[in-house]
Each structure stands twice: as C-alpha cells, then as structure tokens.
C-alpha cells in the first residue's frame, strides 16, 4: 500500500504513547480518519456512517499503537490500520471509500497474517480483539457498489510491500528513517 510519511506520522507515533497527551492526539487521529474517509463516502451516506468510523477508527488507532509497541515501524503498523479499514469498507460495500482494488484484499491480509492472526483479525472481522465490546455501531451496506467496478481512491499495484510517499513527492519502498529529533507538538491534537 502507497501511505505518505513525514515527521507528524512520527511525533504522533511518540506522542501517542505519552500520559495525557496520548489522549488528545488519539482523539484527533480519529477526527482526522473520520474527517477523511467520511468526506470521500458519498454525500448521501456520509452521515449514516459516522458513528460506525468514529467507532472503527478508535479501534484501529488502539491497533496502530499495539502494533508499534509489538516493534513494527511506523509505516507498516499505520499501513495495517489502512488495510483493516478497507476491509471494513469492502465487506460494505463503499467502494469509494477503498484504498486499494477488491483484487488486493487477500494479497494485503497475507502480508500481515501473523500480526493479523494473533489478535483475531480476518477481512471479515478487521478489528480482531480490538473491536469495541458490543461491537460497531451498524451502518448500512452498498454491495451494488462493489459490483459497479468504481473505485475512486483504490490505488492498486502496491500489495507487495508498504511504499511510502515523502515530502520530496518521490515514493519508496519501506518505511523511511524515523528522524533523530522528533517534537511530540508536531503530533496532531497537541496544539
């Protein structure tokens, strides 16, 4: 999966782990996933499905930083956050809201099976052990739109590894070097 990485992908990451400032940037990545996927849902659907992504993506920013303390680098445990979500788009049917084509979805689980398989992650179930008790708020299904081929932000060709686009606009293949000096006020949320 192509992800873009810069210095507030790590300042969030350190931040995240902090005592009360871990809090607020969690609060905020959330706002931000929300604001993001819930913008590209169609304006129809856009409301019906808030609550369901403010849920799974609280859920996933739990998941992103397991993933971290479990030592992946940053960019593959954000990717993994990536993968589930579009898991849960696929098994909705919001293709629109996919990041990569229905073709991938297996290919991606298999790269991440082992981190995946120890907390209960499958496409269909893609919070795993971090699901909230009592499960996600319900949101309703498109499948038509699986069928309708149309995937505006599916970006295919990238399930072999994690690839991350940099502030110089070149993208590369792994996650890049964590800066030596990263300011947690450079995390979202912190201001």
Partial sequence: MKLRQNVTHFA???????????????EKLVDVHVSVFGGWADDE???????????????????????????????????????????????????????????????HYERHREFFEAHD??????????????????????PERLKDGEFPH?????ADDVYVEGDDGETHRGSAEEPEHVDVEDAPGTD
């Fill in 121 to 142: 992650i499958t496409v269909e179930d893609p919070l795993g052990e971090f699901a909230p008790e009592g499960g996600l708020p319900e949101a309703p299904a498109t």
């Fill in 45 to 107: 659907h856009t409301d019906e499905r808030i609550p369901h992504l403010e849920a799974f993506f609280d859920a996933s920013t739990e998941m992103y930083l397991a993933a971290l303390q479990a030592g992946y680098e940053e960019a593959v445990a954000r990717e993994m956050t990536h993968i589930v979500a579009t898991f849960d788009f696929y098994n909705h049917g919001w293709a629109e809201m996919m990041e990569f084509p229905p073709e991938e979805v297996d290919a």
């Fill in 154 to 158: 599916a970006e295919g060709g990238f």
């Fill in 12 to 26: 969030a990451r350190k931040a995240l782990e902090m005592p009360g400032v871990g809090e607020m940037v969690h």
